[in-house]
Nanobody
């Protein structure tokens, strides 16, 4: 049984940074790919970033490319999403998810375990 818990969300001004953390428990962390998604009320869940088992492969949504960085520390069983130069349109609930897929994946259907989410709000 895999459990995923996000932390690090909050309220920031546009142009500032936040770093989200994703603690994963229940099985060998190095055998799980990690993804980040975000969602606002009334809209579909949107892919943000993903990273493979070893961290050797990453993918980013065009909307965050160059501003966000995904990483992982297998010893700490933790994935990270560093968010720089935040914009008001980044405001959303952010969800971390884990997948048994071999590579980093974009589709939410490839992820079996999800965290409860953490809110990020960016003011103008």
């Amino acid at each position: 049984q895999v459990q995923v818990v996000e932390s690090g969300g909050g309220l920031v001004q546009a142009g500032n940074s936040l770093k989200l953390s994703c603690l994963v428990s229940g099985r060998t962390f190095s055998e799980l790919s990690v993804g980040w998604f975000r969602q606002t009320p009334g809209e579909d869940r949107e892919f943000v970033a993903a990273i493979s088992f070893t961290g050797g492969t990453t993918y980013y949504a065009d909307s965050v490319k160059g501003r966000f960085t995904i990483s992982r520390d297998n010893a700490k069983r933790t994935g990270y999403l560093q968010m720089d130069n935040l914009k008001p349109e980044d405001t959303a609930a952010y969800y971390c998810a884990a997948s048994p897929a071999v590579t980093a994946v974009v589709s939410p259907y490839e992820y079996d375990w999800w965290g409860p989410g953490t809110q990020v709000t960016v003011s103008s």
